[in-house]
Structure formats: C-alpha cells, structure tokens
C-alpha cells in the first residue's frame, strides 16, 4: 500500500494525476506541469511536500553530535531560526542524503529528510547516537505536513492566506525560519524562487491548502517541482548523487565544511583522502532533441555522464547536469550521446535560472 | 476516454486511420498523451524509409520521460507532420488532428488485423 499525506484527498477531488514517488502516492501534476511551472517563475505555486519526514533532535548534546553527524557545520548556526543545507556522509564519504537543518537553540533542532531514505536516515542517526553515547533525544514528527508556497508573489499570498502570519515571517531572510502559532514558516525552497516552506499540524493542512488556493496559489505537482528544481540547479537525492558519490564529485563541495580542523565528522578522512576528480556542470543542448539522466558525454578532457536532464519550460531549450572530468571548461562544447547518435551541448556554470531570470 | 470508433489501434498507444488511397495515417492516442504530459520534442522518420511492423520509428518526448513510438505495420514511411514537430504541444491538445507520419502498408490486410475501438479501450482501462 502507498503511503499518503494529509492532503491526498485534496490532491484526487481536484483531479490531479497520481503517481508513486518512494513509496507515496503523490500529485504529479493537476493538468499541465509547464503551466505549473511557469506560475511559480511568474506568481506563486505550492507543492504538498508532506512526504518529506521532519525530525526534532534536542539534548545537550545535540550541536556536539550534528558537527560529527553532517559534512556541513552547525556551529555557523548562532541565530535562532537560522537553517543549513548539509549532506549527511557514510564513513567512506558517500551521501545518505541531503537535508535541511534549522538551528532554535545549541540544543534544539529541526531537520528535514528525503522520503524514500527518511527510514535508512532515521537508522543511521539512531546507529550514530548510541555510538557516540550521545545526550539527545531524536523525534520523528509523522504527525505534521509541508507545504512550499514558491514563486515571486508567494509571500504576499500566503500572508494573505493566513491572517496575522505577515508581521511575523516579513522580517524572515532567507534560510531563517520562524515559528507562527502552530506553524512554523521558514523562507526556503527548492525551486530557485523567493517563497516559504510551512510545516504544520497534518490535520490542519488542508485548510491552509484551501485558504492558499483562494489566494490565488496554484496546486503543483513533482513533475513541476523536477524541472523548477534542476532550472535552479538543485540536486536530488538518488538521481544526482548517492550512497556510492563524493559530494566532491557532485556539485556539493560548497556544502563540505573543512575550517575546523579538529572537526572530525563521519566521512571527512575518506573525503580528504580522495580529492575531486569530476565537477558538475550545466549543459544545454544545442541542436534539437531533450536531455535525461544517464547519457553519456564526451569532452575532450573525458567522458562524464548526464544525473539529470530535461526541457527547460523558462529556457525553452534542453538542459542537464552533468558529472564530467576536472579539466572540462565552462562554455566549452561537448556531445552528449542520445539514442545512439552525438548532440553538441554547451557547457554553463550553475544555475539556469534564479528569480525568474536566465542566468545563461 | 477518447478512443473514436472509426480508427485502428496497437497495443502500444498508436492510433490508425485508413485514408481512401491506400495509406495510413499515425498518431498517439488521446490516453497516451495524457499519460506523457506535456509534450516538447518530436522526432518523426522521414519519408521514404522502409519499416518493419513494430519498429521502432519515432520518439515523443514530454517534460516527463521519453517515449518510443512503433509503426503499426511494415511498409514506407511517406510523410511526417512538420508542423506537429513545430509545435509540439499540438498533439497534447488534439492527439487525433496532430498525426506524426503517413505509412504506405506493405500489405493492406495488416492493417485489418490491428486492434479496433473496443480491444483498445480495454487495453487502455488497464494502464
């Protein structure tokens, strides 16, 4: 049986078109993903991210054990509200996963995890704990949803969905987050636009779903999330990095934090023993056709390989992220191979596009 | 589901429609591209090549996934629908007016042998 989220039913009475994502049925879309895509480019769309686990970790241990437990380092939290993109390493520097950490206090955290590894995470950090005999207690919330408002007039739409929210989340930069009542409300995304990811009691998401749909928010499905997410040039988990990928070779050498030496977080010795040896571009395809995961590249530096691909709906053109070598130049041409006959691509530095902008 | 009485079907989603000079003329079925989404890219064959029943001959790609589309039955491929390939989302909008290729069956009794309205609409029911 697939699992579902508080707004499953929300999603079916209005039509959308389901579809397993890691084990949950989901929207994918609710008519035309490029229509979904272009209002949260141009408006405000939101996404029922409900299937994303979020858990609390609380102790006096708890900033002690995230500084082992992620590449990225907690300490650079000090504000509360404040939130952290990280991978989460294995002891040969692979990624479990990629999350999102929100600092309230040295002993007080929210993280937010992938679906399809919420179980093997949960695993892994409980195995972590007991390990380092640790002083703090992890809690799964199972019982709150997600919803991401996103797109250039999201915010506005939401303070006017959910009275009195302005005064408190107008002041939010972004990666803060601040609690409202029941909710807490955070200024992040995954779709390269302004916007807030709304985390709340289950039960009370479909009226927030509601009341953002009569402000004038489109529903929106993965299908769009995808294409917004690889315009913004955001990883996903399990496509474009894995348990088996440096985050070195992934793009995600940013998210590594190696000040503190003495800093000694699980997969940092396999990582310094291992340099980079593959980068992550951007490519788009220069002759007609559409770019996916897993086609091969040729460069004159080596051959590398698309994680994801896709037609862009804002660029109107074909892109990917690609794993290709080291030496390989920004805005040289290579050739991707796609069934069985070579495409010129042109490869670009990350992102495609940021507030509605091509940066290509 | 729109699957008109009058055209032929395949298994994999094409429909068929036999024209008074003999040829056919190929399309995705309505449920086929509702199940692509979106669609961005088409890539048809081009006139004169010579196909087996089944082979695959075009692809349709949407923002979701790439789909590989199979002649119904063998013969010479006579024409493709540039303007389809000019815009793609036509065939999201119309999948039956937007066909993708003219096919000059190599044996005109193998287009009898293809699925009608009904067979097809249970296939469809099923996936």
Known sequence: MARITPLHAVHVAAGARMVDFAGWDMPVNYGSQIEEHHAVRSDAGMFDVSHMLALDLTGADATVFLRTLLANDVAKLTVPGKALYSCMLNAEGGVIDDLIVYYFAADTFRIVVNAGTADKDVAWMRKQIARAGANVTLDARGDLAMIAVQGPNARAKTWHAIPGSESASAGLKPFFAAQVGDMLIARTGYTGEDGFEITLPAAQAPDLWQALTAAGVAPCGLGARDTLRLEAGMNLYGQDMDEATSPLNAGLSWTVDLKDADRAFIGRAALEAAPATQQMLGLVLLERGVLRAHQQVFTDAGEGETTSGTFSPTLQQAIAFARVPLGVAVGSTVEVDIRGKRLKARTVKLPFVRNGQALI | ?127
């Open chain 2, 1 to 127: 589901m729109n699957i008109p009485a009058e055209l032929k079907y395949t298994k994999s989603h094409e429909w068929i429609r036999r024209e008074d000079d003999g040829t056919v003329t190929v399309g995705i079925t309505d449920h086929a591209q509702e199940a692509l989404g979106d669609i961005v890219f088409l890539d048809l064959p081009e006139a004169g090549r010579m196909v087996a029943a089944g082979e695959e001959c075009a692809v349709v790609e949407s923002v979701k996934a790439a789909s590989d589309i199979y002649a119904p039955v063998a013969g010479e491929i006579i024409a493709a629908n540039d303007d389809a390939v000019d815009a793609p989302e036509s065939v999201n909008a119309d999948a039956y007016a937007n066909w993708l290729f003219k096919l000059k069956p190599a044996n005109a009794a193998d287009v009898d042998a293809l699925l009608d309205a009904a067979a097809y609409a249970d296939i469809a029911a099923d996936n």
